[in-house]
Nanobody, 124 residues
Framework: QVQLVESGGGLVQAGGSLRLSCAASGPTFSIYTMSWFRQAPGEEREFVAAISSRGTNTYYADSVKGRFTISRDNAKNAVYLQMNSLKPEDTAVYYC?????????????????WGQGTQVTVSS
């Protein structure tokens, strides 16, 4: 069982930056692939970024590539999402997820654990 708690969301102006954090419980954090998804009002939840268990592989949605960076610190049981050059369309609730493996990395059905989410609002 893994419990995930996101933090770091807030209100920021377009062009600004935010860093999201996800704290994970349990001694086996380092075996999980970690990802961020987001859900905007009235929209489907969508994949944002993923990082492999040891941090050697990353994958991004085209919409955030070059602006967002996912990272992890297995010693601290934490994963991060550095978001730069934020746009109003990045406004959403951001969720941290955990799973084993790497296949179909952008499919939420493949994930076993979810956090409660943190709100990010980007004003124009």
């Amino acid at each position: 069982q893994v419990q995930l708690v996101e933090s770091g969301g807030g209100l920021v102006q377009a062009g600004g930056s935010l860093r999201l954090s996800c704290a994970a419980s349990g001694p086996t954090f380092s075996i999980y692939t970690m990802s961020w998804f987001r859900q905007a009002p009235g929209e489907e939840r969508e994949f944002v970024a993923a990082i492999s268990s040891r941090g050697t592989n990353t994958y991004y949605a085209d919409s955030v590539k070059g602006r967002f960076t996912i990272s992890r610190d297995n010693a601290k049981n934490a994963v991060y999402l550095q978001m730069n050059s934020l746009k109003p369309e990045d406004t959403a609730v951001y969720y941290c997820l955990a799973r084993r493996g790497w296949g179909r990395i952008d499919a939420e059905a493949e994930y076993a654990y979810w956090g409660q989410g943190t709100q990010v609002t980007v004003s124009s």
